[in-house]
């Protein structure tokens, strides 16, 4: 697999870790953290934007305030050359008029006059708060409006790709990115996924059976050999890097990271 995404949290040194470990074009998310706001979320991918990357900002639909503050959003957007936002439902209190993701992106596309490439966010596993048959019918119903959808974050290979075989199945046609740890050891690996409500396969590498010794056998997560097994169907691989860029392997700095899209 040669497509890949780095997801990034804003922080103090972020930035400066983006442009030592990453060359410019690479593809990077900014998630958006409550204790921060949307604010940062914004800045940091204005400037990275400004350095060359090709940046995708995380917008939860339940932190935005109001309609007028989405149409500022745009245009800080549109005006730091930045056409592709990350639509999610979010995790927080409702701050404003959006519960769900959908409502958020009609009112983008209306606003925008579809001028930005908009991502969804899939759940293969369990999702600790929504109903999983929930979720994938919100999927379905917001598909049209969508670019590509970004799985949560998963370690296991087999329930990635049952996932893509089900929206194949159901004629949900999107590119897909499977998304995936940066290679942190077991223990540190374990302690920052469990804050991020992954499902049933962090269970399964907090236990030393086949799937933890497969994926840790080098002492950290083996991360082209989980690119590997993943297969050419999915578009590319989204990292999330928990802003170790430096864990990265050399080996994957050195191929092609420009992404899927131009």
Known sequence: MENYRFKIAPSRDAEEMVKRFLPSRSELTISC???????????????LSGQGYRVIPHL?????????????ILAILAGSDIGRILVMAGD??????????????????????????LGIVGHPEVHPHVPNPALYDA???KQHLAADITTQLCFDVKILR????????????????ASAP??????ELIDAASRLGVGASLHTIKRLGPLARRQFRHGAFDLEQFSLALGPDFAGLHINTFNRLNALPLSLMASHLTGATQ
């Not at 049952?162 to 990115?177: A, C, E, H, M, T």
């Not at 940066?182 to 223990?187: K, V």
Request: aromatic share 6%; hydrophobic share 35%; proline share 8%.
């Open 92 to 117: 927080g209190a409702q701050e404003g008029p959006y519960a769900e993701s959908l409502h958020l992106m009609e009112d983008i596309s209306e606003l925008s006059n579809g001028s930005f490439q």
């Open 60 to 72: 939860p639909a339940r932190m935005i305030p109001s309609t007028s503050f989405l149409r500022k």
């Open 182 to 187: 940066c290679p942190l050891g077991r223990d």
């Open 139 to 141: 999927l379905l119903a």
């Open 33 to 47: 953290v409550p204790a921060h706001g949307i604010s940062e979320t914004l800045e940091t991918a204005a400037r």
């Open 162 to 177: 049952s996932y893509l075989q089900r929206l194949r199945n159901d004629g949900i046609n999107l590119p897909v990115w």
